[in-house]
């Protein structure tokens, strides 16, 4: 029987909040009107084979949506506390595969991971900048889109929380 290798790397990484003086429920509201959920027809396409038709489809697609959420406040019942937040997973399957071409280990961290939570009398979103999370692979071609992807989700943040 063979043994596991395990190997460890550090990798610097950029955190962000943006604020909003905006309520939750109101940032909430504004996020899931600008972002809208993936198509799941798009994963059926490529299930039955039809690479092609997905491909076109995701072309003409949002730049991002929502690929599924979790109440994390609900979560924290369990603590009895009573706090408002969820967790978002945020992308594009067409982006995530311009960068697994190149690095698969990249789908670890595709789609990103947004938490919106109550923050005082407003709300706030926070995530990892894809842009540094991603450099840990040291490959250009998924810099290069990981760098839009950045622009893309801070741009989405920016207009919900405004």
Known sequence: MANPTVSTQTFANEHVTIRSTKTFAETKAKLESLLPRIDDGIFTLLRYGEAERALRELEASANLSIFSFRDHGALLAVAGLKRRSIQYDIGNP?????????????????????LLREDGEGSAFEYDRPASVFGQFGDSEVDAVAQRLDRDLQVALEAASS
């Open 94 to 114: 067409l982006t995530a595969s311009k960068m697994t071409r190149h690095q698969l280990s990249a789908g670890l961290y595709a789609p990103i991971r947004v």
